[in-house]
């Protein structure tokens, strides 16, 4: 089994920065791929970020590319979304989520992913 807790969300203004944290503890070496979704209310779940096993490599979404970094630190077991230049329409539920299975090329897809943590709430005011 694998744990996952995020940390660092909140309310900030438009424009300004957060660093969301995931601290994954259990089973961690068993985890490949790390990634980020967020969902706001009345909308699905949405991809943000994922990143592999030895940080090699990144995807992101879109509509948060060249504003959201995420790295990781195997040793401490945890990956970091840094967010800058937020807008109002980031305020979403984080959460984070591990993949036990090869990156591949479905890093973007929720069902592709074995463990999830609870969330964090973003919320950017404009």
């Known amino acids: 089994q694998v744990q996952l807790v995020e940390s660092g969300g909140g309310l900030v203004q438009a424009w300004d920065s957060l660093r969301l944290s995931c601290a994954a503890s259990?089973?961690?070496?068993?985890?490949?791929?790390m990634g980020w979704f967020r969902q706001a209310p009345g909308k699905e779940r949405e991809f943000v970020a994922a990143?592999?096993?030895?940080?090699?490599?990144?995807d992101y979404a879109d509509s948060v590319k060249g504003r959201f970094t995420l790295s990781r630190d195997n040793a401490k077991n945890t990956v970091y979304l840094q967010m800058n230049s937020l807008k109002p329409e980031d305020t979403a539920v984080y959460y984070c989520?591990?993949?036990?299975?090869?990156?591949?090329?479905?890093?973007?897809?929720?069902?592709?992913?074995?463990?999830w943590g609870p969330g964090t709430q973003v919320t950017v005011s404009s």
């Open positions: 990143i592999s096993r030895n940080g090699g490599r990144t």
């Open positions: 259990g089973r961690t070496f068993s985890i490949n791929g």
């Open positions: 989520a591990a993949m036990l299975g090869p990156y591949g090329s479905r890093w973007n897809v929720p069902r592709e992913y074995d463990y």
